[in-house]
């Protein structure tokens, strides 16, 4: 009997054994999937990030081109380059307007009574009367 016993011990003993082994394959198979999950994610922040950051460059660029055109037509209506900066950074110092800004303001007037366009190559502006804005078309 004690020979029947051990080789029942052994048995279960295999058993558990191949139990565990089982167990831990399944386990490194589920670690190796969320590994790979996490790895995807990580692949598709960097990407998200990369596009992200690109467009970000391009508007960046964009409104550097539309400042430069702005301050153009600021230039061609006759304000320096003194004023305009003075304005861009302390707009509530112009208490007093020079004789650059009322001409300037008196030309704005002006493209609201007609309606004017303007542009800068291919883009084109209108100053609206009605809402006393200027649209991009």
Not at 114 to 131: I, S
Request: hydrophobic share 30%; net charge positive; proline share 1%.
């Amino acid at each position: 009997m004690s020979d029947h016993r051990i080789g029942n011990d052994d048995n279960k003993r295999t058993v558990k054994l191949a139990r565990i082994r089982d167990n831990q394959r399944r386990s490194r198979a589920v670690r190796k999937d969320y590994l790979n999950e996490l790895e995807a994610r990580v692949r598709r922040c960097r990407e998200t990030e990369a596009r992200a950051s690109q467009e970000l460059q391009m508007t960046a660029r964009k409104v550097s081109e539309e400042n430069q055109r702005l301050r153009q037509l600021l230039q061609q209506q006759g304000l320096s380059d003194i004023e305009v900066e003075g304005y861009s950074t302390h707009p509530e110092s112009l208490q007093y307007p020079g004789a650059t800004t009322i001409a300037l303001e008196s030309k704005i007037e002006e493209w609201k009574l007609h309606g004017l366009d303007f542009g800068f190559g291919n883009e084109k502006y209108t100053f609206t009367a009605q809402m006393g804005t200027y649209q991009h078309r």
